[in-house]
T-cell receptor
Framework: GENVEQHPSTLSVQEGDSAVIKCTYSDSASNYFPWYKQELGKRPQLIIDIRSNVGEKKDQRIAVTLNKTAKHFSLHITETQPEDSAVYFC??????????FGQGTRLTINP | GAVVSQHPSRVICKSGTSVKIECRSLDFQATTMFWYRQFPKQSLMLMATSNEGSKATYEQGVEKDKFLINHASLTLSTLTVTSAHPEDSSFYICSADPGQGLDEQFFGPGTRLTVL
């Protein structure tokens, strides 16, 4: 089955700097890669997703890149702000299949 | 649109009792719903996939007789934790798949279960 590895487990950056979180997946059939932000005690919130037919997607300060050959995808947050502090999860799924989550990254933005 | 609710949001029960958690898709029909468990400071782990009108598919290591799933309608799935024990204390989250060629799943707000 699918296995998703996420790094780093914790990340601390200065406000205004960029943050990068990386994930690898194992199943070449996976074609949907969402990223979630989760605050304590809350549901995961989809912040951006990418499908296997594109290599990059951007939404304001957030971007995701996908390398299908290497089976890895990354989340990039630019101009970080204190409210970006949260736990971020990557995930992967094949068409209409279950989501497999990475281990999570606790991002802390230092003022 | 695409709102998923869960009830209750928080439950505390005694060891040995059973607890039912409801997951509803409020403004769309979901042929497939998923149940996840999340322990503190850990990731979401899929427990089972629930399909309307059929038996749930459980992930390896999840006891189907302990975690009973019923998906009797296109808008409601329930998870019953039977004979709960302290080790079952966790955050349970459902998600719903609206199908129609969409990949995105919509998550419920979660249920915090504490077993004393």
């Amino acid at each position: 089955g699918e296995n998703v590895e996420q790094h780093p487990s914790t990340l601390s950056v200065q406000e205004g700097d960029s943050a990068v979180i990386k994930c690898t997946y194992s199943d070449s059939a996976s074609n949907y890669f969402p990223w979630y932000k989760q605050e304590l005690g809350k549901r995961p919130q989809l912040i951006i997703d990418i499908r296997s037919n594109v290599g990059e997607k951007k939404d304001q300060r957030i971007a995701v890149t996908l390398n299908k050959t290497a089976k890895h995808f990354s989340l990039h947050i630019t101009e970080t702000q204190p409210e970006d502090s949260a736990v971020y999860f990557c995930a992967a799924s094949a068409r209409a299949q279950k989501l497999v989550f990475g281990q999570g990254t606790r991002l802390t933005i230092n003022p | 649109g695409a709102v998923v609710s869960q009830h209750p949001s928080r439950v505390i029960c005694k060891s040995g009792t059973s607890v039912k958690i409801e997951c509803r898709s409020l403004d769309f029909q979901a042929t497939t719903m998923f149940w996840y468990r999340q322990f503190p400071k850990q990731s979401l782990m899929l427990m089972a996939t629930s399909n309307e009108g059929s038996k749930a598919t459980y992930e390896q290591g999840v006891e189907k007789d302990k975690f009973l799933i019923n998906h009797a309608s296109l808008t409601l799935s329930t998870l019953t934790v039977t004979s709960a024990h302290p080790e079952d204390s966790s955050f349970y989250i459902c998600s719903a798949d609206p199908g129609q060629g969409l990949d995105e799943q919509f998550f419920g707000p979660g249920t915090r279960l504490t077993v004393l």
